[in-house]
């Protein structure tokens, strides 16, 4: 990661629990307050609730997402989260055709950019909506929400080996 980031956002257990089954190697992503004010959003493991889309069979609920901050400050209610700027999530054998299919269909067409986190790639592909194809990275992710004065960049390689060690 570049500048100020790297010490802002890092990988960690989700408060939830979860596990890919691979053992504790399922992460969330934590944003820090420096990052959060250049990108005027905030970064929320779902175990704490919130952005999901219902349908009348299936409640899907991404790993983890952000959301616009509201009046500059970090939204306290459901109201004040406005609609996600960005889901994330993280594959597991148990549920990468889920991910990968379903959850990505209905945020698409939700309006909502996707990544998908590739543990056993090392890489992150990224679903924009309208687009049939990700583009896949391996080396960097840069992303600059609406409204930032400043990109998110994510060099995967130290990423990786901080989440799950070296190669």
């Given at each position: 990661m570049s500048g100020g980031i790297r010490s802002c956002l890092?990988?960690?257990?989700?408060?939830?629990?979860?596990s890919n089954g691979r053992?504790?190697?399922r992460r969330d992503f934590v944003?820090?307050?420096?990052?959060?004010?250049?990108?005027?959003a905030r970064l929320t493991p779902s175990a704490r609730g919130g952005a999901g889309e219902c349908s009348q069979h299936t409640l899907v609920q991404p790993d983890v997402y952000v959301t616009p901050l509201f009046d500059g400050r970090r939204p306290s209610?459901?109201?004040?989260?406005?609609?996600?700027?960005?889901?994330?999530?993280v594959l597991s054998p148990g549920t990468a055709r889920f991910d990968r299919v379903v959850k990505r269909e209905r945020y698409?067409?939700?309006g909502i950019e996707y990544w998908i986190v590739d543990l056993d790639s090392r890489s992150f592909e990224r679903w924009l909506p309208g687009e049939d194809r990700p583009t896949?990275?391996?080396v960097e992710l840069v992303w600059t929400p609406a409204g930032a004065s400043a990109p998110l960049v994510i060099s995967l390689d130290p990423f990786f080996t901080e989440v799950l060690g070296p190669v």
């Amino acid at each position: 990661m570049s500048g100020g980031i790297r010490s802002c956002l890092r990988p960690r257990m989700p408060s939830c629990g979860a596990s890919n089954g691979r053992g504790c190697t399922r992460r969330d992503f934590v944003g820090g307050a420096a990052h959060a004010r250049r990108i005027r959003a905030r970064l929320t493991p779902s175990a704490r609730g919130g952005a999901g889309e219902c349908s009348q069979h299936t409640l899907v609920q991404p790993d983890v997402y952000v959301t616009p901050l509201f009046d500059g400050r970090r939204p306290s209610t459901d109201d004040e989260r406005g609609h996600p700027l960005l889901f994330i999530e993280v594959l597991s054998p148990g549920t990468a055709r889920f991910d990968r299919v379903v959850k990505r269909e209905r945020y698409l067409r939700a309006g909502i950019e996707y990544w998908i986190v590739d543990l056993d790639s090392r890489s992150f592909e990224r679903w924009l909506p309208g687009e049939d194809r990700p583009t896949i990275h391996a080396v960097e992710l840069v992303w600059t929400p609406a409204g930032a004065s400043a990109p998110l960049v994510i060099s995967l390689d130290p990423f990786f080996t901080e989440v799950l060690g070296p190669v």
